[in-house]
C-alpha cells in the first residue's frame, strides 16, 4: 500500500497515472457518502496546476456477481449523460474485470458542488430537485443497452414484523406483484436521491453516481427520491416534491401510484434503518424508529391514493 494515498494500491494508482497522462499523483483522499462503492478524490499537479479526478472501485463481491459490468454500465451512462448535456462527472476511463486496475474501477472528472441536505423544508432546493430530475426525463435514450427490472420480487417478501402496520404492506406487495400499468420509456437515473444531488450557489450543480442508470418509467426515479424524502422529512415533503415535478414534467407525466409502491417496496432489505450516507452530510435528528415510522405513515399515504383512483 502507498502512503498519502488513502490505501490505495500501486496497482491502483499506475493505473490512474497510465490513464491519466501527464498527471503527477500527489494524494487520494477517501469521499464519505458512498455505501456501495469505494470512492476517492486524487489530486494531482498536471499542466502547471492543481487538478482532481474520481476514481470509483466496485469492491462488493455480491454486487458483481449479479451484475459484472458496474464499470461498463456506469462509463457508458456517463458517455450518454454527456451527450444529452446533462451536468454530470465525464467519463474519463474504465476497468470492467479489474485486472488491470486491482478491482472494477471508474475513473472520471471531478465536479463542484456539495450535497445539501437542508435541516428543513426548503421551496427552492425541493424545486431543484424536482426540476433536474425532470431534465433528465426528457430524454428517451433510445438504444441504450441497460433497461429497468425491480430490485425486489414482491412475490417472495416476508411479512415486516418491524412495521405497526403489516397487514397494509402484506396488500402492498400483492398489488405490485399484479404488475404495472403501461408506460412509455424514457432516460431514468435508477438512484436519484438527494444524497447523489451536488448544489453550487443555490443552484443544482451536478448529478453523480450514475452506476444504475437505465431506460426505464419516470415513476420509478420520482418514487424513488419521494421514498427518500419521506424518510429525512416525512410524507409532506415527499408530496410536495411530486407536486414539484408534475410543474416542472407537465403533460409528458401521468402520475401512478404503483410506480411509487414499487420503489418503496424495492427499497426493502431487512429492517429499516437511518441511511448513514444522511448522517455523514450532516442531517441530525433521525432515528431508527423515526425512519420506520415514516416509511408506515409514507405507505398509508400511497394506500389512499389507489383507493382515489
Request: hydrophobic share 40%.
Amino acid at each position: 500500500m502507498t502512503n498519502g494515498f488513502g490505501g490505495l494500491s500501486r496497482q491502483a494508482l499506475d493505473w490512474v497515472e497510465s490513464k491519466w497522462q501527464g498527471a503527477v499523483l500527489e494524494e487520494a483522499v477517501p469521499l464519505e457518502g458512498g455505501t456501495s462503492s469505494l470512492l476517492y478524490e486524487i489530486r494531482a499537479s498536471k499542466d502547471g496546476e492543481q487538478q482532481s479526478v474520481v476514481l470509483r472501485l466496485h469492491h462488493k463481491g455480491e454486487w458483481l456477481d449479479q451484475e459484472p459490468d458496474l464499470a461498463r454500465h456506469e462509463a457508458m451512462s456517463l458517455e450518454l449523460a454527456e451527450k444529452s448535456g446533462i451536468a454530470a462527472p465525464r467519463i474519463l476511463a474504465f476497468d470492467e474485470s479489474g485486472e488491470a486496475c486491482g478491482m472494477p474501477a471508474v475513473l472520471m472528472t471531478k465536479v463542484p458542488g456539495a450535497v445539501i441536505l437542508p435541516p428543513a423544508y426548503d421551496a427552492a432546493w425541493l424545486d431543484g430537485l424536482a426540476g433536474t430530475l425532470a431534465e433528465i426525463h426528457r430524454h428517451k435514450a433510445e438504444g441504450f443497452p441497460y433497461e429497468y427490472f425491480a430490485y425486489n420480487d414482491a412475490r417472495r417478501l416476508e411479512r415486516p414484523k418491524w412495521s405497526r402496520v403489516e397487514g397494509d404492506w402484506m396488500r402492498a406487495f400483492y398489488i405490485v406483484a399484479a404488475g404495472g400499468p403501461p408506460v412509455e420509456y424514457c432516460l431514468i437515473h435508477r438512484d436519484y436521491h438527494p444524497g447523489n444531488i451536488l448544489w453550487e450557489e443555490g443552484r443544482v450543480s451536478s448529478v453523480v453516481d450514475w452506476v444504475n442508470t437505465c431506460r426505464g418509467p419516470a415513476g420509478v426515479d420520482v418514487g424513488h427520491c419521494r421514498v427518500n424524502l419521506a424518510q429525512l422529512y416525512g410524507t409532506r415533503i415527499a408530496n410536495e416534491f411530486l407536486d414539484a415535478y408534475e410543474r416542472h414534467a407537465g403533460e409528458s407525466f401521468v402520475y401512478d401510484p404503483y410506480w411509487d409502491l414499487l420503489s418503496l417496496i424495492d427499497t426493502l432489505d431487512g429492517k429499516p434503518a437511518v441511511y448513514p450516507g444522511w448522517k455523514t452530510f450532516g442531517m441530525a435528528g433521525l432515528s431508527d424508529e423515526l425512519v420506520r415510522y415514516r416509511l408506515d405513515e409514507y405507505l398509508m399515504s400511497l394506500m389512499d391514493r389507489f383507493d382515489d383512483f
